[in-house]
């Protein structure tokens, strides 16, 4: 029996058959004279699937880019260089190269809300550079860039929390609304001779000299990139939005001991308070955390010592949320959403408010009160530095 598969693309009596569509995992977005132009990472079927023969040697995807003046001039000018329709729906990640995201994100916006062959639930990365250039590199071991950059926004979410996992939809909505700002995750390339990224050879090879890496959030105010937030500005803005999933805080102490926690969980509640005719943030975090490394010499069962060791956590976390907000107030952006919550609970306070709001932005103060309770300690109950420190005064006894 003869098998012919298809995907329905517009409309039950408009079917275009899978082999004649360029599925694409990524797109980029950049501006160049004036114009737009879109780079397409197109899924490369694999050559035994096509002819029989072994696709070993190939690479799983290519990518080539067209210009036009709007987004979808660009989209239709794709056609003559590539023989296939290009397919949006299973794009993994779209990158904006840096003059687009300074031109404005409207156009990339009202086109995927537009169009029906575009998701706006698509993951959005910040290119340091053209876009077009890193759409070129691959990610070893994984065959297909775009996938592999999603999800490297995924594990930094759940192991880290250093930036937020951003798609279209969230963005538009945070620029949109009353505080009018949105961080989105900027990736470099870093190290040496990162054109080696482009070649499949790379995957012949232990350890590559060139990668890409999250590195910085950019910061928008409405549809423009306004600044960039280092890592540790970024966490605190983590924080303070409440988008922790989990994450790793390490301390040293005076004695040059190093505790390292593991967060679990964490619960953050930013509320705007107001007295007179001013408004406070009060920020109250609860947060669960685990003893995941230690080289203290202290008896880590002891209560007080629990006690130091959540103070210590709760000392790292305060800091970081100071460094967000600092930040934040120094590009005089409203990335707590505090201009939102006015809004809704106060709308007669926001009326007079929102014509001098980043004025108002800067002149708030903020409270944080920080609550981590250690639930474990982990399986030794001393820290293997306070083994060894026992073992060595009994040593020192016996002789």
Not at 278 to 287: C, D, T
Request: with cysteine; net charge neutral.
């Amino acid at each position: 029996m003869f098998l012919v598969s298809t995907i329905s693309v517009a409309g039950c009596g408009n079917r275009t058959e899978l082999n004649e569509l360029g599925i694409t995992t990524a797109a980029g977005y950049d501006r160049q004279n004036g114009n737009w132009m879109i780079t397409y990472q197109i899924i490369v079927p694999p050559a035994s699937s096509i002819n029989g023969s072994s696709g070993g040697s190939q690479s799983s995807v290519t990518t080539f880019s067209s210009q036009g003046k709007t987004i979808r001039e660009a989209v239709a000018k794709s056609s003559l260089e590539n023989p296939n329709k290009i397919y949006f729906s299973h794009t993994n990640v779209i990158l904006i190269g840096q003059e687009a995201a300074q031109y404005g994100l409207s156009e990339i916006l009202d086109d995927y809300y537009r169009n029906i062959d575009a998701r706006e639930s698509v993951k959005v990365i910040i290119a340091d550079g053209q876009a077009k250039d890193y759409l070129k590199k691959l990610i070893p071991p994984d065959k297909q860039p775009g996938q592999a950059l999603s999800q490297i926004i995924e594990r930094n979410h759940e192991l880290g929390s250093y930036y937020s996992v951003m798609n279209l939809h969230d963005i538009a909505l945070k620029i949109t609304s009353d505080s009018g700002s949105a961080g989105i995750p900027i990736v470099a390339v870093k190290g040496q001779d990162s054109r080696e990224l482009e070649s499949i050879d790379i995957f012949k090879q232990t350890s590559t000299r060139g990668k890409l890496k999250l590195e910085g959030l950019s910061v928008f105010y409405k549809d423009k990139q306004i600044g960039v937030l280092n890592q540790r500005e970024s966490m605190g803005i983590s924080w303070l939005t409440d988008r922790v999933a989990r994450t790793n805080l390490s301390y040293v102490n005076r004695r040059g001991e190093v505790n390292s926690f593991f967060v679990r969980n964490a619960s953050v509640k930013v509320q705007p308070i107001k007295s007179g005719h001013h408004y406070s943030i009060q920020v109250n975090a609860k947060v669960k955390a685990e003893l995941d490394e230690s080289t203290t010499l202290a008896d880590i069962t002891s209560p007080h010592i629990i006690d130091e060791l959540q103070l210590q956590a709760e000392q790292i976390i305060t800091s970081q949320m100071m460094e967000g907000w600092n930040a934040s107030q120094r590009l005089h952006v409203d990335m707590l959403g505090i201009a939102n919550k006015i809004h809704q609970r106060h709308p007669k306070d926001w009326k007079t408010l929102k014509e001098k709001w980043p004025h108002e932005l800067a002149q708030m103060e903020i409270n944080i009160n920080v609550d981590v309770s250690l639930k474990r300690t982990g399986l030794l109950q001393d820290s293997f530095s306070r083994l060894l420190h026992k073992e060595s005064g009994k040593s020192e006894g016996e002789h």
